[in-house]
């Protein structure tokens, strides 16, 4: 098994640094710790479109928990994995009464050129996904490609569609507090790292 060094570990935060195959994205610092989770960087801004046609902004959603990650349809491996991960924290997220009003999740195309608002809609069905919590996202190829590059999930020539099984956690002032594998992604932890992200940005309002 390979062995990261301790700038790595820092690097990636704490769920990810336990997954050794994962992509570093070398641009990213963690800063000093507020409560248990560090501050890794400010994540991407945008301005992307729903599956219902308006527009959302990165701004739009400012003071409240998010979850992205990026997804594209005819995916048939890590996609679905991530994909039904989210619908059981979804579920578990409307119970706690945080879904929506407090917490988002936010899927983003990864494959815009195939994948239509018409197609996103019908995948995001599939997983049961909130359209007022769940967002599916799409943007053009090159902000696509933009958003990509931020996050640290570099294209590979001739398997542009090829990418990370990452879901980024989010807090209401925009900044990156956790990175998750799809396969290291346990569920009370992340509902966790919500719940509290939440609670802080609920008192800040």
């Not at 992205?68 to 989210?86: G, H, I, M, N």
């Not at 619908?87 to 945080?98: F, I």
């Not at 239509?116 to 049961?128: E, K, N």
């Not at 879901?167 to 966790?192: A, P, T």
Request: proline fraction near 5%; charge should be positive.
């Amino acid at each position: 098994m390979a062995v990261l060094s301790l700038a790595g570990l820092l690097l990636l935060g704490p769920a990810l640094a336990r997954d050794a195959s994962a992509p570093v994205a070398t641009e990213w610092r963690v800063h000093p710790v507020e409560g248990r989770l560090p501050i890794i960087r400010t994540a991407p801004a945008y301005v992307l479109t729903a599956t219902d046609g308006r527009t959302v902004s990165s701004a739009d959603l400012a003071g409240k928990v998010r979850l992205e990650t990026f997804v594209y349809t005819r995916c048939q491996d890590a996609c679905p994995l991530v994909s039904a991960k989210l619908a059981r924290l979804q579920r578990r997220l409307a119970a706690r009464g945080l879904l929506g009003d407090r917490v988002l999740l936010a899927s983003i195309a990864l494959d815009p050129a195939h994948d239509s608002p018409a197609a996103l809609a019908r995948y995001a069905a599939g997983f049961g996904a909130d359209p007022r919590a769940w967002l599916y996202l799409r943007g053009t190829p090159a902000e696509t490609r933009r958003l990509r590059a931020a996050y640290g999930d570099l294209a590979r020539p001739g398997q542009e569609l090829a990418h990370a099984d990452l879901i980024f956690l989010i807090d209401g002032l925009n900044r990156v507090r956790e990175i998750y594998s799809q396969r290291l992604f346990d569920l009370e932890q992340v509902l966790g790292d919500v719940v509290g992200l939440a609670a802080v940005a609920g008192r800040a309002r």
